[in-house]
């Protein structure tokens, strides 16, 4: 889904052009295509359009939500795509393969619950010999169960459940046709409420940051998704990623303060309901970490998700040159 603000900006063309010019002429003259998932960091680029925030880059600014990981890739790969969220092990992957990808910050400290019914499932051992499906396979989420189940003793315990989004997976929850589902915010919020609306009770019965914390030792920490820049980008623009990166600590400041607001704003975007995204918002754990500043977390998270794989992280961890801010 396209929305645009002011007019629709087609992929980045002429970005390098409009971005090279003085910040006086920005407003007149420059596009700005912004991308992200239908997850709550979304909310914060959405909150950002909506608000005013990013006037000052361009005169000519839209935001796309991408479905899949597989959409992110073929719009990264051809070009059409040069800002967006991303996830954290998917701009690793591409960067270590030389396809000009660097992380310019971390959006989320994460946002990942094993949703389950009350009383069913309160602890990963209580997934043995239950069913939990795993949206976006040999994708991010998949790799943190994965990684999660085998350092727990757990792999070949629990059936994984493979269903292509996040809605899917929570589809299934609600029928009972699976015992426990991973979902990102703001999937997690709307079962809940789904399933209370139908006289069911369906919780966060396992927080993943809570568990991956315990696990890396650095804190309940999930660097999952951030703002990341091609090539192309720096090229054109580079002198406006720290003013970038300024943008998305305020608009992550102002979304926390005032969930309705920004979820008014995104809703459209996302196509889910303003109050459902709001109520999301406290669970989100939203924030605009430097990726220099959050390279701790993010080591430990490769290092955890990849094992004893290094092609999903396309030969091992990034270097220096990764971390765009």
């Known amino acids: 889904m396209t929305i645009t603000r002011r007019s629709f900006i087609a992929g980045s063309a002429g970005l390098g052009v409009a971005l090279s010019a003085p910040g006086v002429l920005r407003a007149a003259a ?22 005013g925030m990013l006037a000052s880059f361009a005169s000519d600014i839209s935001l796309t939500v991408w479905r ?10 051809s070009g059409d795509i040069d800002l967006s969220i991303v996830p954290s092990q998917v701009a690793a992957n591409m960067y270590n393969r030389g396809m000009g990808m660097r992380l310019v910050n971390v959006m989320t400290d994460g946002l990942l619950y094993i949703m389950a ?3 069913e499932v309160n602890a990963l ?14 994708d991010t989420p998949d790799f943190i169960a994965r990684a999660l189940l085998d350092h727990h003793g757990l792999a070949g315990q629990v059936t994984l459940a493979a269903p292509g989004t996040p809605m ?16 990102t915010e703001p999937v997690a919020t709307v079962v809940t409420i789904r399933a209370a609306a139908a006289g069911d009770s369906i919780i966060r019965a396992i927080d993943v940051q809570e568990e991956w914390g315990a696990v890396t030792g650095l804190g309940p920490v999930v660097p999952q998704a951030g703002l990341a820049v091609t090539d192309r980008f720096a090229e054109a623009g580079g002198d406006l990623i720290a003013d970038l990166q300024a943008v998305m600590e305020d608009a992550t400041a102002a979304v926390i303060a005032d969930p309705e607001a920004a979820a008014a ?19 989100a754990k939203l924030v605009a970490t430097p990726a220099s500043t959050a390279r701790p977390q993010l080591e430990a998270m490769f290092a955890l998700m990849a094992g004893g794989d290094a092609a999903i992280l396309g030969g091992g961890l990034p270097d220096d040159g990764f971390y765009a801010l």
């Open 117 to 119: 019914r009350e009383g």
């Open 265 to 283: 704003h995104a809703s459209p975007y996302m196509e889910q309901p303003a109050p459902m995204l709001a109520a999301s918002i406290p669970h």
């Open 168 to 183: 899917e997976a929570a589809q299934m929850l609600l029928a009972g046709r699976i015992d426990a589902a991973l979902l």
């Open 68 to 77: 899949t990981p597989d959409e992110l890739r073929a719009g990264l790969t």
């Open 125 to 138: 051992a209580d997934l043995a010999g239950r069913t939990l499906a795993v949206p976006f396979p040999n």
């Open 30 to 51: 420059s596009r700005l295509a912004l991308y992200g998932p239908p997850a709550a960091p979304t909310v914060t680029l959405a909150h950002a359009v909506e608000s």
